[in-house]
């Protein structure tokens, strides 16, 4: 992946890919190739920014008298975000890198759009002294005359000797020779740290807490009471405290949806969880009743070969913000919130997929937003009251059942009850175990959604207005009544074309038909 390098505000600083800003703060050593592999790995779908801290390897020195202060790490940290026009970015923070990112929320929150924190330091939430572990005591009175050897000793304490012999050669220079500055400057600093809990909180910054399975123990308690000070979870995730040197690409994919979830837009008061693959034209992928965009993961994959995909798991369903309460809501609602997701990501027009509520809400973006969308492809979506009576008997008749299935067997029998109904037992069974504990959880939204105005507020007059060029997609083994809005939205569509695939509701959203009709429209724009 290209890497553009440079120095701001003394700070030497490496950029790489195009997306979401990430920007990543190093702990010990303070040194960007900390992170080479695993921003390089994460650069086909973020911005990711690497930099050595002040005083440490590339970065500038600290001046005569300068004493080394998490204060100003983080207006080191805010300065480059702000002059590379990154804001808001996503930080991630580790071990001391981890206190510079908590202090950097508190002080300029308005620049940080959610934080990853992985094991900080805070000795003492740990109940430890400021110099830390007693057994690494000989390690400090070790730099007093070797600071290179009490580097090594440090590092390799913290990760592993395999993991520091398959350092990079510069890399592990840059780290042995800071050891001077580290345990001169850096350690007490780290050591006696501690935020203010309140000014996190009152940040309104999403946080995720991480530790490593095998991380360091008393950075994995201090994180731990950190978390119930801000009653937040911690989530684990694998290898030693330095995952990114250990596995950096495995740690970049642990790493990746918990981005995406942090990057999610706020659109009309909710914060959307999205995802992109892809580049060129934009392709919006709009998800059924109370599912989510992991379902259309393999789609999303074949649909990137033609575009930028952009699929989101819509408001209240999933990754994305439930509101509180969430009772009902409405097909309206979802496109006034697709129009500004795409216009947050400059994004418009779009090619529009909508599978099933999700082709619903296609049709009411075109019809009242005509600027945002390019083209429809329509995956057995619903149609008025007026246009398809038999249908909506038929989803009524649905509601009262899944009413019925959420005060017997609870809320979270919903889902597959809902699936079970209008694709089959078959279907339910074919989604992974990630698939069906997600769609568990979206019981709640689907109830909103069959309370609210889930059918198209428009006659087929209105429809007529729809000038775009429009896919409509039945499946062979759907229930009958699923064929008549098809039927009623090809009479009142002026460009609307059909197909017939094989299979249940269900619709691949790349099947052939649909790939072959984006490309045609693609060709022609």
């Keep these: 992946m290209p890497t553009a390098t440079g120095v701001l505000s003394d700070l030497h600083h490496e950029l790489r890919g195009s997306g979401p800003p990430v920007l990543f703060i190093s702990g010990a050593s303070g040194d960007a190739g900390h992170f080479t592999r695993t921003a390089d790995r994460l650069a086909d779908q973020f911005t990711t920014v690497v930099y050595d801290r002040r005083g440490c390897s590339r970065s500038a020195p600290l001046g005569d008298g300068e004493v080394m202060s998490i204060a100003a790490q983080a207006d080191d940290a805010a300065a480059l975000i702000d002059r590379l026009g990154l804001a808001p970015a996503i930080v991630f923070g580790t071990s001391g890198g981890a206190d510079i990112a908590l202090e950097l929320i508190i002080r300029r929150p308005e620049l940080i759009q959610g934080a990853i924190v992985h094991e900080p330091v805070l000795l003492p939430l740990a109940g430890e002294p400021p110099a830390g572990d007693p057994d690494l005591q000989p390690i400090v009175e070790l730099a007093r005359v070797a600071p290179r050897r009490a580097m090594e000793a440090f590092v390799r304490e913290h990760t592993s000797g395999a993991t520091f012999a398959a350092l990079d050669s510069e890399l592990r220079e840059r780290i042995l020779a800071g050891g001077a500055h580290f345990f001169a400057h850096e350690l007490e600093a780290f050591g006696r740290y501690m935020p203010d809990a309140e000014g996190l909180r009152a940040s309104g910054i999403r946080i995720r807490l991480l530790v490593s399975r095998h991380g360091t123990p008393q950075l994995i308690r201090a994180t731990t009471r950190l978390a119930e000070q801000l009653g937040l979870a911690v989530d684990p995730v694998s290898g030693h405290h330095a995952p990114y040197l250990q596995q950096p690409e495995a740690f970049a994919e642990e790493l990746r949806p918990i981005l995406w979830e942090l990057a999610g837009q706020r659109v009309n008061g909710v914060r959307l969880y999205c995802e992109e693959q892809g580049s060129g034209a934009p392709i919006l992928c709009i998800h059924g009743a109370g599912s989510t965009s992991l379902a259309w993961a393999d789609a999303v994959e074949k649909l990137a070969r033609l575009g930028r995909v952009i699929a ?93 299935v959420a005060a017997t067997d609870g809320v979270n029998a919903v889902a597959q009850a809902l699936i079970c109904e209008v694709a089959g ?24 959604e069959l309370r609210g105005e889930w059918w198209l507020q428009a006659d087929a007059a209105s429809l007529a207005r729809i000038r775009q060029p429009a896919l409509l997609v039945a499946a062979a083994e759907s229930p009958p009544e699923f064929h008549e809005p098809i039927e009623a939205l090809a009479r009142a569509l002026p460009s609307a074309r059909t197909a017939l695939v094989g299979g249940g509701h269900l619709i691949d959203p790349a099947t052939p038909e649909v790939i072959a009709f984006i490309e045609e429209v693609l060709a022609e724009a």
């Design 312 to 404: 989101y798991d819509r408001r209240g369903c999933s990754r994305s913000e439930r509101p509180v309460p969430y009772e009902r809501t409405s097909v309206g609602e979802h496109a006034d919130d697709a129009a500004a997701l795409l216009d947050a990501l400059a994004a418009a027009p779009a090619v529009v997929v909508g599978r099933s509520y999700g082709g619903t809400v296609a049709i009411d973006l075109a019809l009242r937003y005509p600027d945002r969308v390019k083209a429809l492809v329509l995956l057995e979506p619903d149609a008025s009251r007026e246009l398809a009576p038999t249908v909506a008997g038929w989803v009524d008749a649905l509601a009262d059942r899944l009413r019925r």
């Design 425 to 448: 037992k078959n279907a339910w069974r074919s989604f992974p175990d990630e698939i069906q504990r997600t769609l568990r959880g979206n019981g709640a939204a689907i109830l909103a």
